[in-house]
């Protein structure tokens, strides 16, 4: 199929530059995640909202998007904030029957293994155990990360900073890129471990404090998923760019962007790319979501190239076909050489799927290379049938040399097999009659 060099103006005015204001419209991956917790463990939302002081999802929605909390939001110390967190967790495993809905007297009993699923008596605890040990191990990994990620936000734990001491082409995976800061960042580490924000966290939380080895592969896993979506970013122009000297530097369009996309950037965890190419010629990233917050990040508001060896970063509330409607085809935002999306999640229903399928048949037609990430064997396998549907151009499929290497536990259902953010990539472009039917099968060769 040739590709659309113009698509359909919607009928409304286009905003002036200088007051960009989209209509934010389509289905949330973060709201419909929210509200999904009802189906599951029924009245879980609520204990959340709670807990927190929070009257609505939307309040939730505005502190995670980096608001201010409203004059209620009730957190008087550290040790009351870890509380509140641990109770939103608090609901028995196997019956899903949450702390209020039991008889006087009667409490939640804590797994003393991994000391992060709950049960509300033996019966359920016994009873679930065949499926509980198959992730026992690996849910102990989670309940210490979701403590030391504090460290992140405070900024206790930063990322290494200056030049990479290697070549960048060596760096290939997470073998060689922790090899490669070595003693650097075991030095850091320990920094870490005996900082005093490690001891009043931990003072905080009132319970053991783990073995040093275990904090330790805790600090590792979580700069790892801090640096998963940059990395991942560079292995995507790696393999479908290339060249990063192109005059006026390199464009990058993050789709389905979210308050996670916002963190990364307001941790400098994109500078990562400065040592991945150095001498480029710039980088525009642009994030761009129905679920980004419009303060997190500075709204897109010109072309200009970025400054050589710079990193730009700008920000577009609402659905990539507008935004490329508004700002591409209006020539006030310069087309992209790559487009990126971490957890797309469009095989997961029709209402994402629908509010997805413009932005796919529009990367199709015009030949954008893009790379997605996905959790799962499984969601690797659905992308991939929804993709070849459309018939699009499936250049390279496989394990993600950067997944996140910390475990994210399904939420509502402990004892799921814990996923990893990132684990398998796809990269596409154009359709699939432009690869003379020589679609790859298997993972790209990362050796640049």
């Given at each position: 199929m040739a590709p659309r060099r113009r698509r359909r103006k919607r009928s409304a005015p286009v905003a002036s530059p200088g007051a960009l204001t989209p209509t934010v419209s389509g289905p949330s991956i973060d709201a419909l995640g929210f509200l999904s917790l009802e189906s599951n463990v029924p009245g879980l939302s609520q204990v959340i909202l709670q807990k927190l002081n929070m009257k609505s999802y939307e309040e939730y929605k505005a502190v995670v998007n980096g608001g201010t909390p409203g004059s209620g939001f009730g957190i008087r110390s550290l040790s009351d904030m870890f509380q509140r967190l641990e109770d939103t967790f608090q609901f028995c495993a196997r019956c899903r029957v949450l702390p209020d809905q039991l008889p006087d007297c009667q409490l939640l009993r804590r797994c003393k293994r991994c000391r992060n699923v709950y049960y509300c008596g033996p019966e359920c605890q016994k009873a679930d155990w065949p499926a509980h040990k198959k992730v026992c191990g690996e849910l102990r990994l989670v309940a210490i990360d979701r403590l030391l990620e504090w460290l992140m936000v405070t900024g206790d734990l930063s990322l290494p900073s200056g030049p990479w001491p290697w070549p960048p082409e060596a760096v290939q995976d997470w073998d060689t890129w922790f090899s490669m800061w070595g003693t650097q960042l075991d030095t850091m580490l320990e920094s870490v471990l005996g900082s005093h924000a490690m001891s009043t966290l931990w003072d905080s939380v009132g319970r053991p404090r783990p073995?040093?080895?275990?904090?330790?592969?805790?600090?590792?896993?979580?700069?790892?998923?801090?640096l998963s979506q940059p990395l991942t970013l560079g292995l995507g122009l790696r393999t479908l760019v290339g060249s990063t000297g192109k005059p006026g530097g390199i464009t990058v369009h993050v789709v389905g962007a979210s308050h996670v996309e916002a963190f990364l950037t307001s941790h400098r965890a994109y500078d990562e790319l400065r040592h991945m190419f150095p001498g480029y010629a710039g980088l525009h990233i642009v994030m761009v979501g129905v679920d980004l917050a419009v303060e997190s990040l500075p709204q897109l508001s010109s072309v200009l190239p970025s400054a050589s060896g710079t990193i730009q970063l700008s920000s577009y509330q609402g659905l990539y076909h507008d935004f490329w409607e508004e700002q591409i085809e209006t020539g006030r935002a310069v087309w992209p050489d790559l487009v990126a999306g971490f957890h797309p999640g469009f095989h997961a229903s029709q209402d994402l799927m629908a509010g997805w399928l413009p932005t796919l048949l529009l990367l199709r037609d015009y030949e954008i290379p893009t790379i997605f990430t996905v959790y799962s064997q499984q969601e690797l396998t659905a992308s991939l049938q929804i993709l070849r549907k459309l018939e699009t151009g499936?250049?390279?499929?496989?394990?993600?040399?950067?997944?996140?290497?910390?475990?994210?536990?399904?939420?509502?259902?402990?004892?799921?097999?814990?996923?990893?953010?990132?684990?398998?990539?796809?990269?596409?472009?154009?359709?699939?009659?432009?690869?003379?039917?020589?679609?790859?099968?298997?993972?790209?060769?990362?050796?640049?």
């Open positions: 073995d040093p080895d275990s904090l330790r592969g805790s600090l590792r896993r979580l700069l790892s998923d801090t499936i250049i390279a499929y496989g394990d993600n040399p950067f997944t996140s290497l910390k475990p994210e536990q399904a939420y509502t259902n402990p004892n799921k097999q814990p996923v990893y953010c990132s684990a398998y990539y796809i990269m596409f472009r154009g359709t699939a009659h432009h690869l003379d039917g020589e679609e790859a099968v298997g993972k790209t060769n990362h050796r640049m």
